[in-house]
């Protein structure tokens, strides 16, 4: 079995300002990560996902996240936020060979002027 | 282009009543997906579809039924609806790469309320 677990449901950044957002993982064997986006009133989109190749992943909109086996962990990182990043961010995780992801509960990321 | 599209995108319901979530996707993919977001819960697969003719439970099946009507199309059936299902719905599909999990598209959203 497998799951995911996003550290704090609301973040919020000054533009300009460093991007974190943490996933934890737990699985049986290697998995693939993703993270998606959400804007409101929208479907989800892949940001990045992590297959056992590098374990820096660089996605669309300049984010970026790093796996770390040693720490079951697969974080969000940006390092400017911009106005047009807030929307709501979701880890999930797939076990090689399945069809279905698990999804984290969620991380909704504001941005301040 | 328009991807995976979802219909209705909004719908109220009495409890107890059926409708039917219509999803179809242009892009040719063997594998679609419907899922249920919940404030604080993320999403949770309801049933999957690996390839036209087969149907697979996911996480919270009871209270839903599928039909993959063909390659393009992929419908969720509430036959007796609850106040638990109120709910925004999304449809996904996607395509296995050899080697490498396929991303998934989504459609836009159903949001579902029963009274």
């Known amino acids: 079995a497998q799951s995911v677990t996003q550290l704090g449901s609301h973040v919020s950044v000054s533009e300009g300002a460093l991007v974190l957002l943490r996933c934890n993982y737990s699985s049986s064997v290697p998995p693939y990560l993703f993270w998606y986006v959400q804007y409101p009133n929208q479907g989800l989109q892949l940001l990045l996902k992590?297959?056992?190749?590098?374990?820096l992943v660089k996605g669309i909109n300049g984010f970026e996240a790093e796996f770390k086996k040693s720490e079951t962990s697969f974080h969000l990182t940006k390092p400017s936020a911009h106005m047009s990043d807030a929307a709501e961010y979701f880890c999930a995780v797939q076990i090689p060979g399945r069809r279905a992801l698990t999804f984290g509960s969620g991380t909704r990321l504001q941005v301040q002027p | 282009n328009a991807g995976v599209t979802q219909t209705p995108k909004f719908q109220v319901l009495k409890t107890g009543q059926s409708m039917t979530l219509q999803c179809a996707q242009d892009m040719n993919h063997n594998s679609m997906y419907w899922y249920r977001q919940d404030p604080g819960m993320g999403l949770r697969l309801i049933y999957y579809?690996?390839?036209?003719?087969?149907?697979d439970k996911g996480e919270v099946p009871n209270g839903y039924n599928v039909s993959r009507l063909n390659k393009r199309e992929f419908s969720l059936r509430l036959e007796s609806a609850a106040p638990s299902q109120t709910s925004v719905y999304f449809c996904a599909s996607s395509e296995r790469v050899a080697g490498s999990p396929g991303e998934l598209f989504f459609g836009e959203g159903s949001r579902l309320t029963v009274l």
């Open positions: 992590y297959t056992s190749a590098a374990t």
């Open positions: 579809s690996a390839s036209e003719g087969t149907t």
